[in-house]
């Protein structure tokens, strides 16, 4: 858990509905590589652990014959249960609204526990014990994000690109230059190093695969807009009374920024680390 931050059930509040369209997706072929390094033949279970609207979890349901997403944002777990009506997949989804502190929480056991850039929230070697003991043997905890040492532009593509330094800015002028975080304030960021936490829980590893990104991406106003407002430090609650004059503002930097309404980007490649439980 960030230092100095205590979590509250505000830190997503309002973002739930901005999540699936704002977001960047994962890399397109992250089933795949999961499916061969966890030798999957649709039969396991999954357990997505911070799931917010089960973006994670819903792309790769296909692998398993279970999924369990948790999620301490009520919101998150009412979009995570519409997507899985309209994927078809409610059958063989589950969708907890619970903190990953309060785990085990009756679920059984799993093959495999993810966290889609959700760890950093949380009571991080509590968690990874309690994970652990859920794992079956030979099951893995899979810690995912994007790629952060890449450089990715929209060089070459026929849209501008997304003004991300010009909306921080702005995001700044009203919400202020230090990190918003619920009712709190992230001063020194989020914290890294997970792989000193998995270690001291037990786990072996890491095995580290980068599922590459790069594909074409086109994005709307309403897209980008999306994207802010799914955002920790940027959520809707945060602006409270200002959040009209906040939008105006943001609708015209983007239509400035790009007359056509469109925007290019490349999607992010995935960086994913396989911790593997029990033997």
Same mark, same amino acid.
């Given at each position: ?19 699936? !369209? @704002? &977001? #960047? ?5 992250? =089933?795949?590589? *999961? $499916?061969?390094? +966890? /030798?999957?033949?649709? !039969? @396991? &279970? #999954? ?5 917010? =609207?089960?973006? *994670? $979890?819903?792309? +790769? /349901? ?218």
């Amino acid at each position: 858990m960030p230092e100095g931050w205590e979590w509250d059930d505000t830190l997503f509040l309002g973002s739930a509905p901005y999540y699936r !369209r @704002g &977001r #960047l997706p994962y890399a397109p072929g992250l =089933p795949d590589v *999961l $499916a061969d390094a +966890l /030798a999957l033949d649709g !039969r @396991g &279970r #999954l357990l997505d652990v911070g799931c917010g =609207p089960g973006t *994670l $979890a819903l792309g +790769l /349901a296909h692998l398993f014959g279970d999924v369990v997403g948790v999620d301490p944002d009520g919101g998150m777990i009412a979009e995570a249960e519409r997507q899985a009506r309209g994927t078809g997949v409610s059958a063989k989804t589950r969708w907890v609204r619970a903190r990953a502190e309060e785990l085990p929480l009756d679920l059984g056991t799993f093959t495999g526990a993810a966290f889609g850039q959700s760890f950093h929230w949380m009571e991080r070697d509590l968690v990874a014990s309690v994970v652990k003991d859920m794992l079956v043997p030979g099951g893995a905890l899979l810690h995912l994000a994007d790629l952060k040492t890449e450089t990715r532009t929209a060089d070459g593509l026929p849209h501008p690109a997304v003004p991300y330094a010009e909306i921080t800015a702005l995001t700044e002028r009203y919400l202020g230059p230090v990190r918003r975080a619920g009712r709190g304030m992230l001063r020194h960021g989020t914290p890294g190093d997970e792989a000193a936490v998995l270690t001291r829980a037990g786990y072996a590893g890491p095995r580290r695969y980068v599922v590459p990104g790069g594909q074409e991406l086109v994005r709307t106003r309403e897209d980008v807009a999306a994207w802010v407002f799914s955002l920790s430090f940027s959520a809707p609650h945060l602006f409270g009374g200002q959040r009209d004059a906040f939008e105006a503002d943001l609708a015209r930097l983007l239509r400035e920024a790009s007359p056509s309404g469109r925007f290019s980007e490349r999607g992010p490649s995935t960086e994913v680390f396989v911790w593997d439980g029990p033997g």
